[in-house]
């Protein structure tokens, strides 16, 4: 089964990628959520903080990257609060929120050394968007961060396994997304990082213990994200790595 759907997701993406992306599709276009009163608060507050500058570290991202507020806060505390970092993580965003909010303040004053930047996941839920859209607003995210911050890096992340079977929908057009975009990281300015083995029983499934609704992770996931990735967030931002077995 998997074979099959995931050679249909692909040859879909080969055919579309000789056309121009129409400008209709919802994943590239820059949409707000300023009539959700939570969203707007966030976005105000988070305004606020990229104004006062100094971040070193940022994560851009939907409510998986918020999640380091929550479930994730003990690791986000031990190993990117001495790296000055700050959170664009939303609940619910898809791409085009993403582009709004960079367009509309959250990149005032912010200059770090480093974004990591995963979203996506909520364009495969919400519309069951086409791999190859979704992958041309991830596209867009990644030239805006390029030509507004051109002396930052990107850490370009796959985007995390989903549901818990492998050959399940949802996971498979998670994994062609993650096809195309990791060919838009050039080794130099933007690199890329597949996580999603790390998350990963032997046998492919996605064990609840990790994320429990099979998309969300819990705080073992978020040590398992923090550790598989502590190499990278090292190197890029020039600090010293902090060891594994550091975090409780």
């Known amino acids: 089964m998997r074979p099959t759907f995931l050679a249909i997701l692909l040859g879909s993406i080969s055919l579309a990628a000789a056309e121009p992306a129409p ?20 976005h105000e507050n988070t305004k606020t903080l990229a104004r006062q500058g100094g971040h070193e570290l940022v994560f851009v991202g ?6 380091w507020e929550s479930h994730g806060k003990a690791v ?80 370009l992340l796959s985007i995390f396994p ?19 975009i990791k060919d838009f990281a050039d080794g130099t300015q933007v690199r890329w990082l597949d996580l999603g083995p790390a ?9 609840k213990a990790i994320m429990p609704d099979f998309l969300h992770p ?3 996931g978020y040590e398992i994200w923090a550790k598989s990735m502590e190499k990278e967030i090292a190197a890029l931002t020039g600090t010293p790595e902090i060891p594994a077995a550091a975090t409780p």
């Open 162 to 180: 989903r549901a818990e079977k492998p050959d399940a929908p949802q996971r498979l057009l998670n994994d062609a997304i993650n096809h195309i």
């Open 76 to 155: 986000w505390d031990k190993y990117y609060a001495s790296r000055k970092a700050l959170n664009l993580g939303y609940s619910g965003d898809r791409t085009e929120q993403v582009l709004w909010r960079l367009n509309n303040g959250e990149l005032e004053n912010v200059d770090p050394k480093l974004f990591v930047l995963m979203i996506g996941t909520n364009n495969t839920g919400h519309r069951k968007d086409p791999a190859e859209q979704t992958a041309a607003g991830i596209r867009q995210i990644v030239d805006l961060l390029r030509k507004e911050r051109p002396n930052a890096k990107i850490l």
């Open 62 to 67: 939907d409510s998986i990257t918020q999640g």
């Open 23 to 42: 400008a209709e599709f919802p994943a590239i276009n820059p949409q707000s959520r300023i009539g959700e009163g939570w969203w707007k608060i966030r």
């Open 218 to 220: 819990q705080a073992p």
């Open 199 to 207: 998350f990963l029983a032997p046998d492919g499934s996605l064990p």
